[in-house]
């Protein structure tokens, strides 16, 4: 049901956009952004101590296979949680959701850190995933609408790439907690999960000085309060980088509604975009499989063929290129453009990939892992782009669920027959001792990042540089012609598809 209240025409957009960076812009990067660290610590931990996991003696007697199961439990979580917190972030707000989401997350990693049984941690592992799956969809929905057009590209791909801080965090934190010289291994691994809950607890108190945004409130009928809003970042901004904001002219009219159908909402997705749905499909599907099905289980691969005892240090060197990536490759999204990147990063890393499947068996794990770094350089900057692309090419009314809605799909399918998929060839390979025999996860990854590549070459949008409300124009606003809007020369801008 759609519940109109009023009229407006509002200039925040545009005044969001001209501003400079500065140290504010920082606290909404840190206050969002950090999150991903979570989440890459929370996966390095589970693929990192597969060991500690099986070992019935000090861990809960889990298998090669529950291992996986954890794996998968952890996405279906997500995908779930996200679609389910991602309608309430477009109905409720930004800030509201994106504390929530947190909290559930903090609350399902204590619980995690006492698991008594593999079900207790299955069931925790889901109940994490719903919260990082929540998260996805409001924090990349905020950042998008917080941070100026000019620096949303590299911004949005750097934060998304920022995961692998978390991962290199707690490949290395694995390192002195398995060690039963330092740490009573009953406690090792229970440690690294209240680690975790420590760290999101600081981000929540960042987290709480992060306004709502502001293109959500003059929607929903609260444009005072976007107002206020907008007013107090510009004064902060123009204190902290000492400059004078030029006035603005673009205008948006907007119909302001307190709700949003779901109906309308689909349509718009798959009637009125229905390419730009089909290349994020692509990319969601690419990049989930390709990182879900390797990285889950890479701890087990070390360990159970290449003679491998301790994986912390090959799985930071991993991650620790991956964050590269994403960081050094991101400015080119603002600079070459989302397109050209999005082909290159995709097939490039594709490419690499089916080639380390052929080879497989001529790889040690040192020389897999340097391999493996070179592939998910690009591989990382891309995936990272993929949430990029997702939040920006659909109208806001629509955002945070267009997100959730891609994530679980593209999740669902590469996410969580990923790893149950790899966990299975690792058990049925690990019987021969033939390494050859987990080489068609990599071909289908392969397979998957490539066509994504070509997808994007074809059907990818020109963002960069470009109002969130130029590429996609809101379901709200007052238009009775063709849909357009004005870009920053007043000229008006024709959508594509």
Same mark, same amino acid.
């Given at each position: 049901?759609?519940?109109? &209240?009023?009229?407006? &025409? ?119 995933? #719903? ?11 905020? @950042? ?29 934190? #694995? ?5 039963? &010289?330092? @740490? ?44 206020? @809003?907008?007013?107090? @970042? ?17 205008? %948006? ?17 798959? &009637? ?19 990182? !879900? ?8 691969? $070390? ?11 090959? %799985? ?72 990029? #692309? ?37 058990? !049925? ?8 025999? %987990? ?14 590549? %070509? ?19 809101? $379901? ?22």
């Amino acid at each position: 049901m759609t519940v109109e &209240t009023g009229r407006i &025409t509002t200039n925040i957009p545009a005044r969001l956009d001209r501003l400079p960076w500065a140290r504010w812009h920082w606290l909404v990067v840190v206050g969002l952004g950090t999150v991903w660290i979570l989440d890459g610590l929370e996966v390095t931990i589970v693929g990192s101590m597969s060991d500690a996991l099986a070992n019935p003696q000090t861990g809960l007697g889990m298998s090669s296979y529950q291992v996986g199961l954890a794996g998968a439990t952890y996405v279906a979580g997500a995908c779930l949680g996200a679609l389910f917190f991602g309608q309430l972030t477009d109905r409720m707000g930004r800030k509201k959701l994106f504390l929530i989401t947190l909290a559930v997350y903090t609350v399902a990693t204590v619980l995690t850190a006492f698991s008594m049984n593999p079900t207790w941690y299955l069931a925790c592992r889901f109940l994490t995933g #719903t919260g990082i799956g929540g998260e996805y969809a409001a924090i990349n929905s905020a @950042i998008d609408e917080l941070i100026p057009a000019k620096y949303r590209g590299r911004v949005d791909v750097a934060i998304n790439g920022s995961f692998w801080v978390g991962a290199a965090g707690g490949a290395l934190l #694995t390192i002195p907690l398995l060690d039963p &010289t330092l @740490i009573d291994q009953n406690w090792g691994w229970r440690l690294a999960f209240g680690l975790g809950a420590i760290l999101a607890v600081g981000i929540l108190i960042v987290r709480r000085h992060v306004p709502e945004s502001p293109r959500w409130l003059f929607i929903h009928g609260r444009e005072d309060e976007a107002e206020q @809003i907008v007013q107090s @970042i510009e004064r902060t901004v123009a204190d902290e980088a000492g400059k004078q904001l030029h006035d603005v002219s673009d205008t %948006i009219t907007i119909r302001q509604r307190r709700s949003i159908g779901f109906g309308l909402i689909a349509r718009t997705v798959f &009637t009125l975009y229905p390419k730009r749905t089909v290349l994020c499909f692509s990319l969601f599907v690419g990049q989930a499989f390709l990182y !879900n099905a390797f990285f889950f289980t890479y701890g087990d691969t $070390l360990t159970t063929f290449l003679g491998v005892g301790q994986t912390g240090w090959y %799985i930071a060197v991993f991650a620790a290129s991956n964050f590269a990536g994403a960081l050094l490759l991101s400015r080119l999204f603002d600079t070459l453009g989302r397109v050209v990147m999005l082909t290159a990063t995709y097939v490039v890393s594709g490419v690499l990939l089916g080639i380390t499947g052929f080879y497989l068996d001529s790889f040690t794990a040192s020389s897999l892992t340097l391999m493996g770094a070179i592939i998910f350089f690009f591989a990382s900057a891309g995936a990272s782009a993929a949430y990029l #692309t997702a939040s920006e090419v659909f109208p806001m009314e629509t955002r945070a669920l267009c997100i959730a809605f891609f994530y679980a799909i593209g999740t669902a399918a590469g996410g969580i027959t990923g790893p149950l998929l790899f966990g299975k060839l690792i058990d !049925n390979a690990s019987a021969s001792g033939d390494i050859t025999g %987990i080489a068609p996860g990599y071909f289908l990854g392969s397979a998957l990042m490539i066509a994504g590549g %070509i997808v994007a070459a074809f059907l990818g949008v020109k963002a960069e540089g470009k109002s969130l409300e130029s590429i996609a124009q809101p $379901l709200t606003a007052e238009d009775d012609g063709p849909r357009t809007t004005t870009n920053s020369s007043g000229r008006p801008a024709t959508q594509s598809a």
